[in-house]
């Protein structure tokens, strides 16, 4: 059972590089999200989707776009990273927007 | 104010204590309600949903207080398992849809 899954695990990446950060889940999820996870900060809503080709932005978007071409796949685009991006990042789905949310195990995201 | 806010402790208890957490909600529209459980570097899990009229699942039992906006948790005979960040998590409709919102987390250490 696949679930949630994230790649990569772990990333350095250097001021002002881009990356995707990859999200799938195989249960036909429709709800989608991404988080990031600062000490003292919470788990902090970057951008979700309640169904392919529809997103909006949480709390905190600025500095990443998303996209939802397919139910399974919600990438997270890094457009020109920063050190402040450094944070360990999750994806969540969840069948309703008021069931539980599954969430991957995270990517470790270092900017230097 | 923060949209959820939690006390972060640390709680330090010792087995076999009982012991609660407490967690306030701003939005009076907030719908649903969860506790999530995390543990050191790992992915946030659902430990249950709270349900209005209060719910219990073995040593946990959950209360919503709609009235004065908080969500409880409450934990029997800790052990030394129990151990881990207890995160709350409240649904809310905005004007662009429905976004989970969580708690900064409630350390939890249980001690011999």
């Known amino acids: 059972n696949a679930g949630v899954t994230q790649t990569p695990k772990f990333q350095v990446l250097k001021t002002g590089q881009s990356m995707t950060l990859q999200c799938a889940q195989d249960m036909n999820h429709e709800y989608m999200s991404w988080y990031r996870q600062d000490p003292g900060m919470g788990l902090r809503l970057i951008h979700y989707?309640?169904?392919?080709?529809?997103?909006d932005q949480g709390e905190v978007p600025n500095g990443y776009n998303v996209s939802r071409s397919t139910t399974e796949d919600f990438p997270l685009r890094l457009l020109s990273a920063a050190p402040s991006q450094t944070s360990v990042y999750f994806c969540a789905s969840s069948e309703l927007l008021n069931t539980e949310a599954f969430f991957g195990q995270g990517t470790r995201l270092t900017v230097v | 104010r923060k949209e959820v806010e939690q006390d972060p402790g640390p709680f330090n208890v010792p087995e076999g204590a009982t012991v609660a957490f407490n967690c306030t909600y701003s939005?009076?529209?907030?719908?649903?309600f969860f506790w999530y459980r995390q543990d050191c570097r790992k992915e946030p899990k659902l430990l249950m949903s709270v349900y209005s009229s209060g719910n219990e699942d073995g040593r946990f039992t959950a209360q919503l207080n709609r009235a004065s906006q908080y969500i409880s948790l409450l934990i029997r005979d800790s052990k030394l398992s129990d151990s881990a960040t207890y995160l709350c998590?409240?649904?809310?409709?905005?004007?662009?849809?429905?976004?989970?919102?969580f708690g900064t987390g409630t350390q939890l250490k249980v001690e011999l």
């Open positions: 939005n009076s529209a907030s719908q649903s």
């Open positions: 998590a409240v649904n809310t409709l905005t004007g662009g849809g429905n976004k989970l919102t």
């Open positions: 989707s309640v169904g392919a080709g529809i997103t």
